[in-house]
């Protein structure tokens, strides 16, 4: 039988927490079925007008004892992309036009054949702020806007005074502000959205404040449109944001069946859009953010299964 290779679009290797890094077990568990999996950096990809896709200089990974610990890789080598069945992008953000291109360069394995996760065109479309806005009856009001004033409005006349504000295109809780205006005077809270939005300038998100999230925000982790794994986020002390950059803790969670409803009718839709890797945040009953770039922690405390095995089992099924 033919050997399937997948190639990992990844941060630098030496950036990476090797005893965290999901891509990396998710490679290690192919390696371990009898595949092939080779890791590049966006800046190792390139395309050559007199060819019909573009290439990576990449580098093989090995696992000599099926361990992460007994990493090895190999020199890098130029591959064409459709010298790969499957390619998945796990660079994380910051979701700049260096991101972009690279989605345009993944085209053209799309073109040719080769599964893309995730798909780079829904990369491309379904912005991680902004994509719940697909699934109203799963959200709490939002408003998306430039226009200070009418950011203002919203917070008094739809968030009961108290807001969140989100940049659209950063990650891991950066830029996002709480407004409260039973804390905040009114000028200060337009004095900071005109400075937010570049008076006018610049689109932000804005979302009630949901007091839950002192209780924790839940991680649903989704594949291929199903939920794999949950965890609770639980912020530290009375900072309201449930990264885990920001001091946040990790604990298990049993998820109820409404909640696993909930979670799988929009990975499905998304699924079938391209989107196989999903990390919803959800507060309350409530899905805040829709993470497809290079979606975290798929492993919460205290879980015994082993994700990575069934994600190459579903990958392998999945390639065909």
């Known amino acids: 039988m033919a050997k399937i290779h997948h190639l990992f679009v990844i941060d630098p290797i030496e950036n990476l927490n090797l005893k965290l890094d999901s891509s990396l077990r998710v490679a290690r568990a192919l390696c371990n079925i009898g595949h092939l999996a080779y890791i590049c950096t966006p800046g190792q990809l390139e395309w050559l007008s007199r060819e019909s896709c573009a290439a990576a200089f990449a580098q093989e990974l090995a696992f000599p004892d099926g361990n992460i610990d007994s990493l090895r890789i190999s020199p890098p080598r130029r591959l064409r992309l459709d010298f790969f069945q499957a390619i998945h992008m796990r660079k994380d953000p910051p979701y700049d036009m260096n991101y972009i291109a690279s989605t345009w360069l993944l085209d053209s394995a799309v073109a040719r054949g080769v599964k893309v996760y995730n798909s780079p065109k829904a990369l491309r479309n379904l912005n991680e702020k902004l994509s719940i806005f697909k699934f109203p009856e799963a959200i709490r009001d939002g408003h998306v806007s430039a226009d200070p004033q009418q950011l203002l409005q919203f917070i008094k006349e739809s968030a ?44 932000r ?24 794994s949950w ?54 009953s409530f899905i805040s953010e829709i993470n497809i770039t290079s979606p975290r922690l798929l492993h919460g405390p205290n879980d015994t299964r082993d994700y990575y095995r069934e994600i190459a089992a579903d990958l392998a099924h999945d390639i065909g």
């Open 231 to 284: 965890c609770l986020k639980k912020p530290h002390g009375d900072n309201f944001l449930a990264n885990t950059r920001s001091g946040a803790t990790l604990e298990s969670y049993q998820p109820r069946a409404d909640e696993i409803a909930s979670v799988e009718k929009v990975a499905q839709s998304l699924a079938d859009e391209g989107v196989y890797f999903v990390g919803f945040d959800i507060i309350g």
């Open 160 to 203: 009961n005074g108290d807001a969140v504000l989100k940049p659209l295109t950063l990650y891991g809780g950066r830029g996002v502000l709480r407004l409260n205006l039973s804390q905040q005077k009114e000028e200060q809270v337009l004095h900071i959205l005109r400075e937010e939005t570049q008076n006018g300038q610049d689109l």
């Open 205 to 228: 998100l804005l979302q009630a404040f949901d007091q839950r999230i002192f209780q924790g925000e839940v991680r649903a982790f989704s594949v291929n449109g199903k939920a794999l």
